[in-house]
């Protein structure tokens, strides 16, 4: 019996694949025949590695006109060490080498590892949401065994609960009496609350108790967003999608906020941008709901000037600068690999992002990969764009979160005619508070319509104007009825139309586009 589990290759779901990774004895790398080693996939080996896991080199796509299946294989053995003798090549889309690779499944893979320990212990590597059995949990067990009727203890989270029912995969899921140890299967249990229910938990036996598997740490939400409905009537309807994603996405977190601008939303906690454009898809093509997101941001670690800890992860709670001591900033571990000419190309675009190349190593005779330190903030929006538009798209990106590092942030605010936008508020390094305010200014005189009076469009940092726009005033041809005669009737005309603007300025607000 084989049990495959499919993991995605970004660096948002690391956590997860690396649980996934703890319930298998071998790993299946599939490296595209077309593009080669990326930096995702070195950082996937080392994972796989780490568990002392088999690996079997797959290379797919081979049916590709512009395949380069020697090429790979050098990349295989260079870059990650990997024998590429035994590398099955496969196509996918033509069901060239499936069979192949069943049979190095069998052949190379060890059976399933487990000790004489009579005591359950079995590890969560995944769960989904059933509307009518509540979360189903997929586990792995070690040792010991687990049947319907008998009570079980998670150990992280600190619940027991009674076992429903067990099953197994093939494919589909199918009841059985009992999971004993090295066996992969399914256990319901009646749990109603997705979060009680943490991947890379350990279940246990309460009465004959065992220790914990090791590796589990909490998920935490890296990436914050406002998600709001175009339509303010819809509001009741995204906080039921949400609720619905979050059924089967533990690691996505989120609660009701308001915006003057925008009115009643949700800040959303995602585990990266990847994450955060998944749930935004999703919200599209499954729900129809049309949304507005709001600029991402991270989360800040603030000391306020009376010893005050905060994590700040909204604009708008972060404090006065005068009554801030320190703000720190969330850093990554950049690994980008590309051609040896590009080198110089991305020490420009990592220093303009506030980052710094740290190590250089070469993979083979062509390529290297740069090892740097990065803001996160600054890699959010257009980074990785950066990097294939600089390398030509021969360049890739992976990096893993490196810890805090104190930074000169502020608070950039947009005001519209004297009033601050809070939706248009972000924080960013002083350095830079004057060219975004620029390039948000310039993008906000594009899309706010003209008014019968100027609107002024502003950026400023704790009460200073660092940048400036004008939207421009409609103007009506008040001297059209005039035919000639004394200058000063067209004079009085523009005058008395100067200070109708000038009155409907002073208690007139302006409408901000939901596009803006």
């Known amino acids: 019996e084989l049990n495959l589990i499919d993991t995605p290759g970004h660096v948002d779901f690391s956590y997860e694949v690396s649980r996934s990774l703890s319930a298998c004895e071998g790993a299946l790398l599939i490296v595209d025949a077309a593009q080669g080693v990326e930096a995702q996939t070195v950082a996937n080996v080392n994972l796989a590695l780490a568990q002392n896991l088999t690996i079997i080199p797959v290379i797919n796509k081979i049916d590709l006109p512009h395949a380069d299946v020697d090429g790979v294989k050098r990349q295989l053995e260079e870059i990650l060490a990997i024998p590429a003798d035994d590398a ?216 306020t000037t009376k010893g005050k800890k905060m994590d700040i992860d909204n604009p708008v709670y972060l404090p006065e600068q005068n009554f801030i001591t320190t703000i720190s900033e969330p850093m990554v571990k950049a690994y980008i690999m590309c051609p040896n000419e590009y080198i110089g190309d991305l020490m420009n675009l990592a220093g303009e992002k506030r980052g710094i190349i740290q190590e250089t190593e070469t993979l083979d005779s062509g390529r290297v990969i740069l090892i740097g330190r990065i803001p996160l903030n600054e890699i959010l929006i257009d980074f990785h764009d950066r990097i294939k538009s600089v390398t030509r798209g021969y360049g890739s990106l992976d990096y893993e979160y490196d810890g805090y590092e104190p930074a000169r942030m502020v608070k950039l605010d947009m005001l519209v005619n004297g009033d601050p936008v809070d939706a248009f508020s972000l924080i960013t390094h002083r350095d830079k508070a004057e060219q975004r305010g620029r390039a948000l200014a310039s993008k906000l005189k594009e899309v706010i319509p003209p008014q019968q009076y100027k609107v002024a469009i502003q950026a400023a940092v704790g009460g200073k104007v660092v940048a400036r726009e004008t939207v421009n005033a409609l103007r009506k041809d008040v001297t059209a009825k005039c035919y000639g005669g004394d200058i000063t009737r067209k004079r009085k005309l523009l005058e008395k139309q100067k200070a109708g603007k000038k009155r409907m300025k002073s208690v007139g607000s302006v409408n901000i586009p939901q596009e803006a």
């Open 88 to 303: 099955v090549l496969v196509s996918a889309k033509e069901g060239i080498g499936t069979e192949d690779v069943l049979e190095a499944i069998v052949r190379h893979v060890p059976h399933p590892r487990t000790t004489d320990s009579p005591s359950l212990q079995a590890l969560v590597f995944d769960s989904y949401f059933d509307s009518y059995r509540g979360v189903v949990t997929m586990i792995r067990v070690f040792n010991g065994q687990v049947r319907a009727g008998m009570n079980v203890k998670m150990l992280h989270s600190n619940k027991s609960v009674e076992v429903k029912e067990v099953g197994s995969f093939n494919p589909k899921p199918y009841k059985r009496d009992v999971l004993v140890a090295g066996e992969t299967g399914y256990l319901s249990a009646n749990i109603k609350t997705p979060s009680d229910v943490k991947i890379g938990d350990t279940l246990t036996d309460p009465q004959n108790p065992s220790g914990p598997l090791p590796g589990f740490k909490e998920i935490k939400p890296m990436v914050f967003s406002g998600i709001y409905p175009i339509n303010s009537a819809d509001y009741e309807h995204l906080k039921a999608n949400l609720a619905k994603l979050q059924l089967n996405d533990s690691a996505f977190f989120f609660q009701a906020e308001s915006s003057v601008a925008l009115g009643f939303g949700f800040r959303c906690g995602f585990l990266g941008l990847l994450h955060l454009e998944i749930i935004q898809e999703r919200l599209r093509r499954e729900f129809n709901m049309d949304i507005i997101a709001t600029y991402p941001s991270v989360v800040y670690k603030v000391v």
